[in-house]
């Protein structure tokens, strides 16, 4: 990864600005800061302007690991497209969601049978449909939490993909979308040739591996120097800064 504020950064995102893009963003740990209570999430007042501001101008999504009910309740303008669970679940797409859903059926018998030591472990099952995720933040021993978690999906058949995030363990349908899958979607739905996109986390490594080569991909942060993504900001206080210089290299239409 290569710092995007330098001058090799900012002539790529002018570059790929001035193609009209989708725009796409992840939202826990992009557009609203990571909290303790996922439930207590938000958008900066100053990131939401810029969103609604770019919005207008061309066509944006955000992809995230939440139900798409749940994050339409949490930004504060319309997006183009929403997608949840990872890539599983589009508000615009017409996709075998009864397929995705019913390969989580035995892993949510599986976690039943197990909730009672999920919970003292101070593990959070958070079924959201498509997904199901399995937080451990709030956990007083996260090391206790993960062997919990690890013990109550040993042995998950094949039908489903299982992978890890910021303090949580993700379990999807294997045949579903990933993040990848609906970033290339949108670009093609939305009629155009190249793409931005911004996430920090594991499920956003899909999108940044792809290596499109009209694809700006962003992460935030450098907490995985391992990452595919091209470019990284230092942190989330710098998106507000990102979006501005996007703004500015919008094309006069």
Do not use: C
């Not at 993040?179 to 949108?186: G, R």
């Not at 935030?220 to 900001?233: N, T, V, Y």
Request: charged fraction near 25%.
């Amino acid at each position: 990864m290569k710092r995007l504020f330098t001058p090799e950064g900012e002539l790529a995102l002018r570059h790929t600005m001035r193609q009209r893009p989708l725009l796409a963003f992840d939202f826990d740990g992009t557009l609203a800061p990571i909290v303790a209570r996922p439930a207590d999430a938000r958008v900066p007042a100053p990131v939401a302007d810029r969103l609604q501001r770019l919005a207008a101008k061309l066509p944006l999504a955000v992809i995230s690991g939440r139900r798409v009910d749940d994050l339409r309740r949490r930004l504060p303008f319309r997006p183009w497209r929403l997608v949840g669970s990872h890539g599983a679940e589009d508000d615009g797409h017409a996709q075998a969601s009864a397929d995705n859903a019913a390969a989580l059926v035995p892993v949510r018998h599986r976690l039943t049978s197990h909730l009672e030591t999920l919970t003292a472990a101070g593990v959070g099952v958070e079924d959201k449909g498509m997904s199901i995720a399995l937080h451990y933040r709030l956990a007083a021993d996260r090391e206790a939490a993960q062997r919990a978690i690890a013990h109550s999906i040993a042995g998950l058949p094949d039908t489903v993909s299982v992978y890890g995030g910021k303090m949580v363990v993700n379990i999807v349908a294997a045949q579903a979308r990933d993040k990848a899958d609906a970033v290339a979607a949108l670009v093609e739905a939305a009629g155009a040739h190249a793409a931005v996109f911004v996430g920090d986390d594991v499920n956003d490594e899909p999108v940044f591996a792809r290596g499109e080569p009209t694809w700006l991909t962003v992460r935030i942060g450098q907490d995985d120097p391992q990452s595919a993504a091209r470019w990284f900001l230092d942190g989330p206080a710098d998106l507000a800064i990102m979006l501005d210089r996007m703004l500015d290299a919008l094309p006069a239409r």
